[in-house]
């Protein structure tokens, strides 16, 4: 053979072996998998529709799209008039009851029971009279000097002042007695219901004022003021600023690494050099196919879970959907 074509034939060889030599653990399974150091996914944060929890006519709105808004921060109000008109109405009417509650509670006045012993005083006069008339008339009749229907109209009447002073003795006892306890209760109740009523009144008047329920940015104002709204209408959208989450993917070798509560960093192509502090906050159950939207140098049909990270302090720059890099703390010696 030509020596000149010897010296390449020689040199192929040669690097065959050496690649067949350093290949070895991986054709004898060993070393098939390198720990990752490194996860992809990209930025998640919430959004929330707001809308008034009553009907009514839309009165004021107080942010516009982009605006930073805080929590409590009062974002639009409604027409406040007829839930004021429906919390007056309600107010008078537990007043109403809660008097005619303590009315029955008291009972009569002094001056009503001593009304009623007059009284009852009286019909007993009227009776001591109606008995002696009575009397008279009967002594009278055996000599003819008063006839029967005399008599008989003078045992009526002491008949029926008879009855008359029962019913001023009974009035009497039951003003001294006081009210009944059904009586009561049932007015206990309905200044239950009258109470519930204004507080339910109140709270709709609360609700015509639309507060924001955490920080974040308005994203979209859907209405304007002088529309009528519904309580399922939308009447803003907010972009939560916190918290902000990494919705990543581990391969299934690499779970063992990963555990919730696990701190790790994440990187932003916008600030490659400045890391986000972040916390492994929830690891899926299921395995599912590599999305689209992660790129990752391993096959795309790998079987990996889905991570959930949570950054600590997030930055002005992670927008939603914005893809990240998540650093995993270095691997301990002589982990697997």
Same mark, same amino acid.
């Given at each position: 053979?030509?020596?000149? &074509?010897? @010296?390449?034939?020689? =040199?192929?060889?040669? #690097?065959?072996?050496?690649?067949?030599?350093?290949?070895?653990?991986?054709?004898?399974? &060993?070393?098939?998998?390198?720990?990752?150091?490194? &996860?992809?996914?990209?930025?998640?944060?919430?959004?929330?529709?707001?809308?008034?929890?009553?009907?009514?006519?839309?009165?004021?709105?107080?942010?516009?799209?982009?605006?930073?808004?805080?929590?409590?921060?009062?974002?639009?109000?409604?027409?406040?008039?007829?839930?004021?008109?429906?919390?007056?109405? #309600?107010?008078?009417?537990? #007043?109403?009851?809660?008097?005619?509650?303590?009315?029955?509670?008291?009972?009569?006045?002094?001056?009503?029971?001593?009304?009623?012993?007059?009284?009852?005083?009286?019909?007993?006069?009227?009776?001591?009279?109606?008995?002696? #008339?009575?009397?008279?008339?009967?002594? =009278?009749?055996?000599?003819?000097?008063?006839?029967?229907?005399?008599?008989?109209?003078?045992?009526?009447?002491?008949?029926?002042?008879a009855a008359r002073a029962t019913s001023a003795r009974e009035a009497l006892a039951l003003l001294e007695e006081g009210s009944r306890v059904e009586d009561i209760?049932?007015?206990?109740?309905?200044?239950?219901?009258?109470?519930?009523?204004?507080?339910?009144?109140?709270?709709?008047?609360?609700?015509?004022?639309?507060?924001?329920?955490?920080?974040? @940015?308005?994203?979209?104002?859907?209405?304007?003021?002088?529309?009528?709204?519904?309580?399922?209408?939308t009447a803003y959208v907010i972009s939560l600023t916190e918290p902000v989450w990494v919705r990543a993917y581990v391969a299934e070798p690499d779970l063992g690494?990963?555990?919730?509560?696990?701190?790790?960093?994440?990187?932003?192509?916008?600030?490659?050099?400045?890391?986000?502090?972040?916390?492994?906050?929830?690891?899926?159950?299921?395995?599912?196919?590599?999305?689209?939207?992660?790129?990752?140098?391993? &096959?795309?049909?790998?079987?990996?879970?889905?991570?959930? @990270?949570?950054?600590?302090?997030?930055?002005?720059?992670?927008?939603?959907?914005m893809p990240v890099t998540v650093r995993l703390p270095r691997a301990e010696s002589g982990a697997s």
């Amino acid at each position: 053979m030509n020596r000149k &074509l010897l @010296i390449p034939v020689v =040199l192929i060889a040669g #690097a065959a072996a050496a690649g067949w030599w350093f290949d070895l653990p991986s054709r004898l399974g &060993l070393g098939q998998h390198r720990p990752a150091s490194v &996860l992809y996914g990209n930025i998640d944060i919430r959004q929330v529709s707001l809308g008034f929890r009553v009907s009514g006519r839309i009165d004021k709105l107080a942010v516009d799209e982009g605006d930073p808004v805080k929590a409590g921060d009062i974002l639009g109000t409604l027409d406040p008039t007829p839930f004021q008109q429906a919390v007056d109405a #309600a107010s008078a009417e537990l #007043a109403a009851l809660s008097a005619n509650l303590d009315k029955l509670k008291a009972g009569a006045r002094k001056t009503e029971i001593a009304q009623a012993r007059a009284a009852h005083e009286e019909q007993v006069a009227e009776l001591q009279n109606a008995d002696l #008339a009575y009397e008279r008339a009967r002594q =009278l009749r055996p000599s003819g000097t008063i006839s029967q229907a005399n008599l008989d109209q003078a045992s009526a009447a002491r008949a029926a002042a008879a009855a008359r002073a029962t019913s001023a003795r009974e009035a009497l006892a039951l003003l001294e007695e006081g009210s009944r306890v059904e009586d009561i209760a049932a007015a206990t109740a309905e200044v239950q219901a009258a109470t519930a009523k204004l507080a339910s009144a109140r709270t709709s008047l609360s609700d015509t004022r639309l507060l924001a329920p955490s920080d974040g @940015i308005v994203l979209s104002r859907v209405r304007e003021p002088g529309a009528m709204i519904a309580p399922s209408d939308t009447a803003y959208v907010i972009s939560l600023t916190e918290p902000v989450w990494v919705r990543a993917y581990v391969a299934e070798p690499d779970l063992g690494r990963v555990h919730p509560g696990m701190k790790v960093e994440v990187f932003s192509d916008t600030a490659p050099d400045r890391p986000y502090e972040a916390t492994v906050g929830f690891i899926s159950p299921v395995a599912e196919f590599t999305p689209k939207s992660v790129e990752t140098p391993e &096959l795309r049909t790998d079987l990996v879970y889905r991570l959930r @990270i949570v950054v600590t302090k997030p930055g002005a720059d992670l927008r939603q959907g914005m893809p990240v890099t998540v650093r995993l703390p270095r691997a301990e010696s002589g982990a697997s």
